[in-house]
Every structure is written in C-alpha cells, then in structure tokens.
C-alpha cells in the first residue's frame, strides 16, 4: 500500500534560517506529489505540486520541493524562514486506488519559527 | 477561487447523539471526501463521492456514513456520536480532471463529551 513519511514531526528553527522538512513515499507506480499547508485555526491550502516535467517545483511564498524519484523523496526547503511560515506542513501523494484518485497524507511536520 | 465550506467550525456533541456534518463547494466539483485529522496522525480518509448519489469507503469509514443527494453538497453523519470520535473534520473537493489537486474547507472541530 502507498503511504508517506514525514520524518520529523516538530521542526524549530530561527527567523531568516533555512528550513527543510523532509518527506519520503512508498509508490511503485507513477505518483503526482504535493505539499500542503496549515496555519493555525484553518483548513489546507496547497503549497506546491508536482505533476510531471521539471522535478524542482516552486511556490509563490518562496518555497521550493524536488522530486528525487531514485530517493522516493519530496522534501520541501525554504532558504529563509519568516514568523509567518509558523504552521503545520503535509506531504501527500496522489495514487489510483480501485479507479479512484485518492490523497494519501504523511503525519505532517509543524514548523515553529523563533525570533 | 474555489471555495469550500462546512456549516460549523466548533460543535460540542453528547455522547449517543446523531450528528451531521455539511459540506458545500461552489466550483461544480465532481468529487469530494470527508477526512478526520489528528494529532501524529496526519489526515485519514473517511469516505468520498465521485458523483451524486455515489459513496466509497475510505481508509477509516466506521462509525460513520454520508449522503450525496446534490452535487454541492457533501454530508458526513455520526449515527451515534462517541468520545473517540472527537476530532477535526475537513472536507475537499477535486473536479474528475485537474491534476488530483484537492481544494479543502476550513474544518469542523467536533467535540463529543
């Protein structure tokens, strides 16, 4: 079965320090990959997505993941945090069960960002 | 912009209660799930539709059911609601073509005590 790993679940780190929050996937067949996001008291926006083409996808915000296919990782970066990053963060891959396209999410990874 | 929207961000429910769980998107999405979120746990698929009147079980669907009867319209029903069902509820929906990308509501925090 599909799943996904964040390997950490906490991740501190100081304003303007660069961040990864890193994210593995079991999948033997080809998988869309996404990185979603959520502030505090809200629901899920989506961050970035890889669907084909080049394996280093961006976000508006500054953000950036790559897709290392060899590796089976996503892992999503960030040279430098801002306090407004301070959320929780989900991988997810998308995979084709039983004719459904379905999400499967990773424990997520909640990034606190310190003065 | 896509919306999504569930009826109530904070519900205290009783133990035994029924309780119904609205979800409305605006975008004539074909598909919606319902998910539970918790703590270390990450999302968990409870059901999704595909179309009016459709229903598939997800990961986790016991102890619970939905109803389809409009496209908008997606509802997630506790029959009896219990303490290990205390959780956060998110909705989503996705249209059958677009890159899997599901767009989701702003959860429903249920407490039942």
């Known amino acids: 079965a599909q799943s996904v790993t964040q390997l950490d679940s906490q991740v501190p780190v100081f304003e303007e320090a660069p961040v990864e929050l890193r994210c593995n996937y079991s999948s033997s067949v080809s998988v869309y990959l996404f990185w979603y996001v959520q502030y505090p008291n809200q629901g899920l926006q989506l961050l970035l997505k890889y669907l084909s083409g080049s394996t280093l996808v961006e976000s508006i915000n500054g953000f950036e993941a790559e897709f290392n296919k060899s590796q089976t990782s996503f892992h999503l970066r960030k040279p430098s945090v801002h306090i407004s990053d301070t959320a929780e963060y989900f991988c997810?891959?998308?995979?084709?069960?039983?004719?459904?396209?379905?999400?499967?999410f990773g424990q997520g990874t909640r990034l606190t960002i310190n003065p | 912009d896509v919306k999504v929207t569930q009826s109530s961000r904070y519900l205290v429910k009783r133990t035994g209660e029924k309780v119904f769980l609205e979800c409305v998107q605006d975008?004539?999405?074909?598909?919606m799930f319902w998910y539970r979120q918790d703590p270390g746990l990450g999302l968990r698929l409870i059901y999704f539709s595909y179309d009016v009147k459709m229903k598939e079980k997800g990961d986790i669907p016991e102890g619970y059911s939905v109803s389809r009867e409009k496209k908008e319209r997606f509802s997630l029903i506790l029959e009896s609601a219990s303490t290990n069902q205390t959780s956060m509820y998110l909705c989503?929906?996705?249209?059958?073509?677009?890159?899997?990308?599901?767009?989701f509501g702003p959860g429903t925090r249920l407490t039942v005590t």
């Open positions: 989503a929906s996705r249209p059958t073509s677009g890159g899997a990308v599901q767009y």
């Open positions: 975008m004539d999405h074909e598909n």
């Open positions: 997810a891959v998308s995979v084709r069960i039983q004719g459904a396209q379905k999400l499967v």
